[in-house]
């Protein structure tokens, strides 16, 4: 069993920025792709960010690169996710999910852990 804890959410202005963290438990963390997701109100769930098991590979969706850098420290078992210049279309509910061994993926449905999220609001 796997416990994905994030934290660092908050209300910031437009042009701000926020560093999210997700705290994993329960088992090897090294080995597993990690990624972050939102949902804004009323819309589905979608792709922020994703990084490989060696922390090389990355990989963003476009309203988000350039600006948002995702990191992890293996040692705290931890993944990072440094949101700068932020919009407020940026504003949602953002949740850290592991993903598969050894394989760098963006699709929700090969992500099996998820945590119980963290609110990120963005005013104009």
């Known amino acids: 069993q796997v416990q994905l804890v994030e934290s660092g959410g908050g209300l910031v202005q437009a042009g701000g920025s926020l560093r999210l963290t997700c705290a994993a438990s329960?088992?090897?963390?090294?080995?597993?792709?990690m990624g972050w997701f939102r949902q804004a109100p009323g819309k589905e769930r979608e792709f922020v960010a994703a990084?490989?098991?060696?922390?090389?590979?990355?990989d963003y969706a476009d309203s988000v690169k350039g600006r948002f850098t995702i990191s992890r420290d293996d040692a705290k078992n931890t993944v990072y996710l440094q949101m700068n210049s932020l919009k407020p279309e940026d504003t949602a509910v953002y949740y850290c999910?592991?993903?598969?061994?050894?394989?760098?993926?963006?699709?929700?449905?090969?992500?099996?852990?998820w945590g119980q999220g963290t609110q990120v609001t963005v005013s104009s």
């Open positions: 999910a592991q993903g598969p061994r050894l394989r760098l993926v963006r699709n929700e449905n090969d992500y099996g852990y």
């Open positions: 990084i490989s098991w060696s922390g090389v590979g990355t």
């Open positions: 329960g088992r090897t963390f090294s080995n597993y792709c």
